[in-house]
């Protein structure tokens, strides 16, 4: 029987159980009564118009159902169809539970739109053959795929679209503050810029983004005084309090590792605005670094600077003579705390650590490490003017240094009175 080739019609015919225990029938009759199996399967398949190898495996998988020959009956391969279905429904199951466990170890369910995401990231991903899908994600997490749909077809909230603007904002200021900025602090940076935005807005953002703020390490100490070497006196007491500019300083060595060496930093803070006034990094920690820092100062802040105290460790840089008499050429007294008692430099050992935390450890830097002291000191210039003009301190009500100083001195103006001209 010829083919039937017209257009539109499938090209292969499908076999009812019938039909095929018919055929079988009718080769076997046939076999019996001629007396050999030659042919046979040809013959009545050209008859029937039958695929003549279609009718052969029929023929032989029914004298394997039958126990004639050996081999794996109709009812084993079912079954064993059913067991590999069965495997690769369960790999894809498997697969789905390994990659919602991070956000279903709550215990809760999560929030329709975790859902949804994870569902859109996850959907067209092939496992053990074919597509994960939509149903069989959400079978798995017990979700209505009528949800999801319903979810993916509504409107974004005015909580959604708002999040939708804030979210790149505040990735921005956490970017531009060296990434350093917890919730708090970009909060106040967000409200400054004139953004109407809560602090559990933000926190909630930032966790959103999986950014955080930095967190400071312990500190190292890097100096051991000798107790028995004279020093200056203890004109400070832990208290680095001052009601203007100028009137305390401190200051304090630390150290960063390179691959050409150490860079040894010396910082001299003002105590009334947290104003780092001068600075040096060198290759070196010999008194001369420190001579630096203080020279930077007094250009920064005025040659004479009467009854001002700076206060030390007992280093053998600010026990040094050459220290003290530059101190004096601007008015300045030099001041050290007990020796191996940190909290006696408490205010310089603070900045030491956020300067190391925010910026040689910082997650700006992303793990990479510092090649040469110059890298050091070119990096602690631009940090030292993001830290006097940008960095918000929560000691001065959230305001950069140079901005709490600048109002200090327009509130002093205004409190001046005014003279008349005759």
């Not at 974004?156 to 505040?170: C, E, L």
């Not at 910026?359 to 110059?374: D, F, Q, Y």
């Not at 918000?392 to 200090?408: C, I, K, N, R, T």
Request: with cysteine.
């Amino acid at each position: 029987m010829p083919k039937d080739t017209t257009p539109g019609k499938p090209t292969t015919r499908r076999y009812s159980p019938d039909e095929k225990t018919a055929a079988v029938r009718m080769v076997r009759t046939l076999r019996a009564e001629l007396g050999t199996e030659h042919g046979t399967v040809n013959r009545v398949a050209a008859q029937l118009g039958y695929g003549t190898e279609s009718l052969r495996s029929w023929v032989r998988q029914a004298d394997i159902d039958e126990g004639h020959v050996p081999g794996v009956s109709t009812s084993d391969a079912a079954r064993l169809k059913e067991l590999e279905q069965e495997v690769r429904e369960l790999k894809r199951a498997n697969e789905i539970l390994k990659r919602a466990a991070k956000f279903l170890r709550g215990g809760a369910r999560p929030p329709a739109q975790e859902v949804a995401a994870f569902i859109d990231a996850n959907r067209d991903d092939v496992v053990a053959g074919r597509r994960l899908g939509v149903e069989l994600i959400c079978s798995m997490l017990q979700v209505a795929p009528s949800s999801y749909y319903e979810f993916k077809n509504r409107q974004p909230s005015a909580r959604a679209r708002r999040d939708d603007v804030m979210t790149p904002i505040v990735r921005q200021l956490w970017e531009d503050n060296y990434r350093v900025y917890g919730a708090r602090k970009v909060w106040k940076s967000a409200r400054r810029a004139g953004h109407d935005v809560g602090r559990d807005q933000v926190a909630r953002l930032m966790r959103a983004a999986g950014i955080e703020g930095v967190r400071r390490t312990k500190r190292v100490r890097t100096t051991k005084p000798d107790p028995d070497m004279p020093r200056h006196p203890d004109l400070v007491g832990r208290d680095f309090t001052a009601t203007e500019p100028n009137q305390l300083w401190v200051t304090d060595l630390t150290y960063v590792p390179t691959w050409a060496g150490v860079a040894y930093v010396c910082f001299i803070i003002d105590a009334h605005s947290r104003m780092i006034v001068g600075w040096r990094v060198a290759s070196h920690m010999r008194t001369t670094m420190v001579l630096d820092a203080i020279e930077m100062a007094r250009w920064s802040r005025g040659t004479q600077l009467t009854g001002l105290r700076c206060h030390s460790d007992a280093g053998s840089q600010f026990t040094s003579i050459r220290y003290g008499e530059r101190l004096a050429e601007i008015g300045a007294v030099p001041s050290i705390g007990t020796v191996g008692d940190s909290y006696d430099n408490a205010l310089a050992e603070t900045v030491n650590g956020y300067y190391k935390a925010e910026l040689i450890r910082g997650p700006a830097r992303e793990g990479r490490p510092w090649k040469s002291v110059e890298d050091v000191e070119l990096a602690t210039l631009s940090w030292v003017h993001w830290h006097n003009h940008d960095r918000l301190h929560g000691y001065l009500a959230d305001v950069p240094p140079a901005e709490f100083e600048q109002s200090f001195y327009a509130t002093k103006r205004t409190d001046q009175l005014l003279v008349g001209i005759q």
